[in-house]
């Protein structure tokens, strides 16, 4: 009987020694599917990036930034990325509106197209990660003080900052003898505020008197216009949204003036400028969708890139109404070719 029962002490002794050496071998191969598993992980449960692209109002300049960016995108990750795109018809509430729709659809960026579309997706989202492009002057935008050229939180981006020293020159260059200038802008932009007040600078170093105009909307920049060409011996106006979607009222004044405008981007210039130091907003868009590609792959984090600017200006004009307005153009100026129809 004693030997009995030790030959079934031992027994049991084995058996339980056998299991806890399987259990041990299970926990192993669920760590090793477990890591190997997060490795091959997808972006979604389809394997496709969404992206939320947020354009405050529909023109030549935000258009080719919106298409650079896609195509940017596009090129890297073929149909592997999806875009939600939405138009806020130059109004900042549907911005917001339309962000937060992003945030709730949880997408994986979101591409903020004008400075009002930034502010929208800076105030709705910390975590998403949020690229600006078309936007002049961030710290203006995003109310920080001494600007370092990062913003340190989920936003960077593009801007498409033409020198503003330059943009004066340029001035002075073809309207020597002018007098005064009329600094023509959009009280609700930030950042047109921060173009005048800067260039405003520029020009009086040169001797210029200059006087602000501001308009609220396109309700009053008719009159607000018609004031700043009765006053004015040049008029002055920077990249502004509201200006770019109504060009066709400041060329029905200022042209029957014969009071000609410098424009600070390529597409404003176009509708109602002599002249113009600009960028390409195609080539700015595709940037942008570059940084887009390093931080949906894991490259970079968003929070520790520096705000990119335009790496060419360009000094453009508008053949038809620099002739209507007998301004001479020297060599080095290029002309604006006309829009596609």
Same mark, same amino acid.
């Not at 960028?279 to 929070?303: F, H, K, P, W």
């Given at each position: 009987?004693? +030997?009995?029962?030790?030959?079934?002490?031992?027994?049991?002794?084995?058996?339980?020694?056998?299991?806890?050496?399987? +259990?041990?071998?299970?926990?192993?191969?669920?760590?090793?599917?477990?890591?190997?598993?997060?490795?091959?992980?997808?972006?979604?449960?389809?394997? +496709?990036?969404?992206?939320?692209?947020?354009?405050?109002?529909?023109?030549?300049?935000?258009?080719?930034?919106?298409?650079?960016? +896609?195509?940017?995108? @596009?090129?890297?990750?073929?149909?592997?990325?999806?875009?939600?795109?939405?138009?806020?018809?130059?109004?900042?509430?549907?911005?917001?509106?339309?962000?937060?729709?992003?945030?709730?659809?949880? =997408?994986?960026?979101?591409?903020?197209?004008?400075?009002?579309?930034?502010?929208?997706?800076?105030?709705?989202?910390?975590?998403?990660?949020?690229?600006? @492009?078309?936007?002049?002057?961030?710290? &203006?935008?995003?109310?920080?003080?001494?600007?370092?050229?990062?913003?340190?939180?989920?936003?960077?981006?593009?801007?498409?900052?033409?020198?503003?020293?330059?943009?004066?020159?340029?001035?002075?260059?073809?309207?020597?003898?002018?007098?005064?200038?009329?600094?023509?802008?959009?009280?609700?932009?930030?950042?047109?505020?921060?173009?005048?007040?800067?260039?405003?600078?520029?020009?009086?170093?040169?001797?210029?008197?200059?006087?602000?105009?501001?308009?609220?909307?396109?309700?009053?920049?008719?009159?607000?216009?018609?004031?700043?060409?009765?006053?004015?011996?040049?008029?002055?106006?920077?990249?502004?949204?509201?200006?770019?979607?109504?060009?066709?009222?400041?060329?029905? =004044?200022?042209?029957?003036?014969?009071?000609?405008?410098?424009?600070?981007?390529?597409?404003?210039?176009?509708?109602?400028?002599?002249?113009?130091?600009?960028?390409?907003?195609?080539?700015?868009? &595709?940037? @942008?969708?570059?940084?887009?590609?390093?931080?949906?792959?894991?490259?970079?984090?968003?929070?520790?890139?520096? &705000?990119?600017?335009?790496?060419?200006? @360009?000094?453009?004009?508008?053949?038809?109404?620099?002739?209507?307005?007998?301004?001479?153009?020297?060599?080095?100026?290029?002309?604006?070719?006309?829009?596609?129809?």
């Amino acid at each position: 009987m004693k +030997k009995l029962l030790a030959l079934m002490l031992v027994l049991g002794m084995t058996l339980s020694l056998a299991a806890c050496g399987g +259990k041990e071998s299970t926990d192993t191969a669920s760590e090793a599917e477990t890591t190997e598993t997060a490795e091959t992980a997808e972006p979604s449960e389809d394997g +496709k990036y969404v992206v939320g692209i947020c354009q405050l109002v529909q023109h030549e300049a935000l258009d080719a930034a919106t298409q650079g960016f +896609k195509d940017a995108l @596009t090129e890297a990750f073929g149909e592997n990325v999806e875009f939600d795109e939405q138009n806020a018809s130059n109004d900042s509430a549907t911005c917001a509106t339309i962000i937060n729709q992003f945030v709730s659809n949880d =997408v994986d960026l979101i591409l903020a197209n004008a400075t009002a579309a930034l502010q929208a997706a800076a105030q709705g989202t910390d975590s998403i990660p949020v690229l600006g @492009t078309s936007v002049t002057e961030y710290g &203006v935008a995003l109310d920080i003080d001494n600007f370092d050229g990062t913003v340190g939180t989920n936003v960077s981006g593009t801007s498409d900052l033409a020198p503003l020293d330059e943009q004066a020159a340029m001035l002075n260059e073809l309207f020597p003898d002018a007098k005064t200038v009329g600094l023509l802008y959009c009280s609700a932009e930030a950042n047109s505020q921060y173009q005048v007040d800067t260039v405003q600078g520029y020009l009086q170093e040169l001797g210029y008197t200059c006087t602000q105009y501001s308009f609220s909307d396109s309700n009053d920049l008719a009159a607000v216009v018609t004031t700043a060409a009765s006053e004015s011996d040049v008029i002055y106006v920077p990249t502004d949204n509201t200006v770019a979607s109504n060009t066709e009222i400041i060329r029905n =004044v200022c042209e029957p003036a014969g009071v000609p405008v410098i424009a600070g981007e390529e597409g404003i210039c176009r509708g109602c400028g002599v002249a113009t130091l600009s960028i390409s907003y195609y080539d700015l868009g &595709v940037a @942008t969708g570059n940084m887009a590609v390093r931080i949906l792959s894991g490259e970079e984090n968003v929070s520790e890139m520096p &705000v990119e600017y335009a790496p060419e200006f @360009t000094k453009k004009y508008n053949a038809e109404l620099a002739e209507a307005m007998g301004v001479t153009i020297p060599d080095d100026y290029v002309a604006i070719e006309a829009a596609a129809e």
